[in-house]
């Protein structure tokens, strides 16, 4: 997207790679407050991300979002609308954290399979999005 200088870019992707590894590594530890941390640093993430998107389709990029995977789905508003929905499910997952303090497995184990099955679906974004756009005529 180029958002930062050349000579920065590696240096800022590895520091991505490791937040987004920090924060898989807070979520996963079974302690409550480990878990507000990794959902507080995942919606930090993600609205960086949006903003990073947002400022590179205002600046005219239009490249494929790698985000997920390999994509040939120029970057779009609709990237921003995913990531700005998963911020605020991480905070909504955050405001839950810090408003019970029972931790119950279940919960867990259910919270587990509804995001299997979100990422499944946002790994599949770009796809989906295909499906619905108006087709061009072929001459």
Known sequence: ??????????????????????????????????????????????????????TALRDGTRRPCHCFGRSTTPMGIHHVVRNITLACLALAGLAFHAMNDAYRPADSWAAIAVGLVLGGLL?????????FKPMSRAA
Do not use: Q
Request: charged share 15%; aromatic share 4%; proline share 5%.
């Open 1 to 54: 997207m180029r958002l930062v200088p050349p000579r920065l870019g590696r240096g800022v992707a590895r520091l991505v790679v490791a937040a987004e590894l920090l924060v898989l590594a807070l979520l996963v530890t079974p302690l409550r407050a480990t878990a507000c941390l990794g959902l507080a640093g995942a919606a930090a993430l993600l609205g960086g991300f949006s903003a990073a998107i947002g």
């Open 123 to 131: 790994a599949a974004l770009d796809d989906i999005y295909e499906l």
